[in-house]
């Protein structure tokens, strides 16, 4: 078996990153393996991609993979065998858990070739993530290539100088997904509160958020730009905008990404 990356964990990112490897055939399912809880889902994603399952890390690690990503849960992180941290000598590691910070890592993988701590964000599932990530030590460029690889299967990377800049990462694209659903929540009601048949408000605020992120997306114009455009003088969105406002939107958004950073950072510490 020529085994050449293993994942410990097969949930919905590290499914999306399988998924992505092989589309992009960066591996084959051949040179892949999984192994999680007994809960299925390493099952279920062998099955689906045909990349090799095995009962448990020994057993995966026994077939020397280059590189070994952490896609289990943290508190599952801290059940792994002592045993791995031989089993790993000279591989490549790659943590998409949150909260675990590249020393302690080093610390349960201290012959590791390096170390890799990342941030994906839940739009990762469909290609479409923000993910940033760290080296713990400065790599070689082949190593940095494979993790770039393995990350951008999930959507756009941003290489990290600090790893401090992680918490801050957090705070906005891995909390973000959530701030841009609760808005939509809050844009749907807004749309039922006016008297809007609940179906119709469903869709008016599922839809306008897609269509006004794609317009961001493609347009050459800022978002400040763009929203000055829909905004005529004394008119409805001039109304709706000045409310915001009032009632300080942006110190409302700065102040929950900051408790959002200082979380990570607690949990970080823990």
Same mark, same amino acid.
């Given at each position: 078996m020529n085994l050449e990356i293993a994942f410990v964990g097969a949930g919905k990112m590290v499914s999306a990153i399988v998924q992505g490897l092989l589309r992009t055939e960066t591996f084959s399912p051949t040179q892949i393996g999984c192994c999680s809880a007994d809960d299925g889902t390493s099952e279920k994603l062998s099955e689906a991609t045909g =990349?090799?399952?095995?009962d448990d890390v020994d057993a995966m690690l026994a077939e020397n993979p280059q590189t070994l990503v952490l896609g289990c849960k943290p508190q599952q992180f801290t059940e792994l065998p002592l045993s791995i941290a $031989?089993?790993?000598a000279n591989c490549l590691i790659l943590s998409i858990m949150a909260g675990i910070? +590249?020393?302690r890592l080093h610390q349960s993988f201290p012959k590791a070739k390096n170390v890799v701590r990342s941030m994906?964000?839940?739009? *990762?599932? =469909?290609? $479409? *993530? +923000?993910? *940033?990530y760290f080296f713990l030590n400065t790599p070689e460029e082949s190593d940095s290539k494979i993790i770039s690889s393995i990350l951008a299967s999930l959507g756009k990377i941003y290489l990290m100088q600090d790893e401090s800049d992680l918490d801050r990462v957090t705070a906005i694209s891995g909390s973000g997904p959530a701030y841009v659903f609760e808005f939509t929540c809050a844009l749907e009601e807004a749309a039922r509160s006016i008297g809007l048949d609940s179906g119709i408000a469903r869709e008016l605020a599922l839809q306008t958020i897609i269509g006004s992120a794609k317009l961001m997306e493609t347009s050459e114009f800022s978002p400040e730009e763009l929203r000055n455009q829909v905004t005529s003088p004394n008119g409805t969105t001039q109304a709706a905008l000045e409310s915001f406002s009032s009632d300080q939107l942006r110190e409302i958004v700065k102040r929950a990404a900051t408790a959002a950073c200082n979380r990570s950072i607690e949990l970080s510490n823990a």
């Open positions: =990349i090799h399952r095995f $031989e089993k790993t910070t +590249a020393p994906p964000n839940t739009p *990762g599932q =469909i290609g $479409e *993530g +923000a993910t *940033g």
